[in-house]
Every structure is written in C-alpha cells, then in structure tokens.
C-alpha cells in the first residue's frame, strides 16, 4: 500500500521559511518521481517541483525557481520542500505526488499517488 504523508505546514510570517516533508511508503521508489503541487483558495492546482528519485534531478514551475528547493533523503524515503521568502500567495495546500512519466506528464499532475496535503499559511 503506497502511502504520502506530508508534514510541516503551518503559519508564517511573510519573507519566511518553511520546509515540508514527504514521508513515502509502499513504492518502488526507482521507477517514480517524486513531486510537489500546491492548490491555493478558489484557484487550480500548480506544480510546483519535482525530483527524480534514482538520479535526483530537479525541475521547478518557474515562478519557484531561487525560491524554493525540493530534496530527497534515500534513506529516509523522505522528500523535502523548502521554502523561503514566502509571500502571501504562496498560501495553499501543498500536496506530495509519486508518479511515473515524463517531465510534461508529471507537471500537468498526471501522478500515480497522492498525499492529503499540508496547508501553508502565510501571513502579510
């Protein structure tokens, strides 16, 4: 049974840090790809970063790219958004994903597995 489970949200102060965490489960962690979305009040869900797990490369939405920074721990079978210099329309629901496919598929959201989420507030 593959399981997502995301951690760290919370409350900050705009020009804040964050880091969130995915704990994964139940996957052939090789084959996926490992991502970030994040789906803001009355707006459709973004990508915002993915990270292969076998090689580790990384790609971002653009408008995260200097700002946030995604990361995997092996070992711990954990990936890691962190996030800094928050502004107030980063608040959202931020949600891990596993899937297999290419760069285009897995920043349109075509994934396997989701997590439930993790609200991030950011306060101006």
């Known amino acids: 049974q593959v399981q997502l489970v995301e951690s760290g949200g919370g409350l900050v102060q705009a020009g804040g840090s964050l880091r969130l965490s995915c704990a994964a489960s139940?996957?052939?962690?090789?084959?996926?790809?490992l991502a970030w979305f994040r789906q803001a009040p009355g707006r459709e869900r973004e990508f915002v970063a993915a990270?292969?797990?076998?090689?580790?490369?990384?790609y971002y939405a653009d408008s995260m790219k200097g700002r946030f920074t995604i990361s995997r721990d092996s070992a711990k079978k954990t990936v890691y958004l962190q996030m800094s210099s928050l502004k107030s329309e980063d608040t959202a629901v931020y949600s891990c994903?596993?899937?297999?496919?290419?760069?285009?598929?897995?920043?349109?959201?075509?994934?396997?597995?989701w997590g439930k989420g993790a609200l991030v507030t950011v306060s101006s």
């Open positions: 990270i292969t797990w076998s090689g580790g490369n990384t």
């Open positions: 139940g996957l052939t962690f090789s084959y996926y790809t």
């Open positions: 994903a596993a899937g297999i496919g290419t760069t285009a598929a897995i920043t349109m959201g075509q994934m396997h597995y």
